[in-house]
C-alpha cells in the first residue's frame, strides 16, 4: 500500500543514511522502524503509561537558601570566589 507521510528532514536523512549503510531499500528501513517503535509502544503501554515522576532529593542547603533557584546560587557562589 502506498502512502504519505510527512517527516522532518533530519528525520529523513537519518533513516536514507541508515538504509545506505546497510545497503537495504529504504522502505525497508521505514518499515523497520515502525514496527520497533510500535512494540516500544506496547511494552510501555502506550499514552496509558505512568508518567515518570522526580523524587525530591534533599540536598542539605543552609535556611538562608531555601527558595532559591540553583542557578542563583552559583551566580552566587562564583560571585564570593571572584570577590576574594
Given at each position: 500500500?502506498?502512502?504519505?507521510l ?5 528525520l529523513l536523512?537519518e533513516?536514507?543514511?541508515h538504509?545506505a549503510r546497510?545497503?537495504?531499500?529504504f522502505?525497508?528501513v521505514?518499515e523497520?522502524a515502525l514496527?520497533a ?9 502506550g499514552a496509558?503509561?505512568?508518567?515518570f515522576r ?6 542539605g542547603l ?5 527558595g ?8 552566587q557562589?562564583?560571585a564570593?570566589r571572584?570577590?576574594r
Amino acid at each position: 500500500m502506498r502512502t504519505t507521510l510527512n517527516i522532518s528532514d533530519a528525520l529523513l536523512a537519518e533513516l536514507k543514511i541508515h538504509a545506505a549503510r546497510r545497503e537495504v531499500p529504504f522502505r525497508e528501513v521505514v518499515e523497520k522502524a515502525l514496527h520497533a517503535g510500535l512494540a516500544q509502544l506496547d511494552r510501555e503501554g502506550g499514552a496509558e503509561a505512568e508518567p515518570f515522576r522526580v523524587q525530591p532529593w534533599a540536598l542539605g542547603l543552609k535556611p538562608a537558601y531555601h527558595g532559591v533557584s540553583l542557578n542563583q546560587l552559583d551566580d552566587q557562589w562564583e560571585a564570593e570566589r571572584t570577590a576574594r
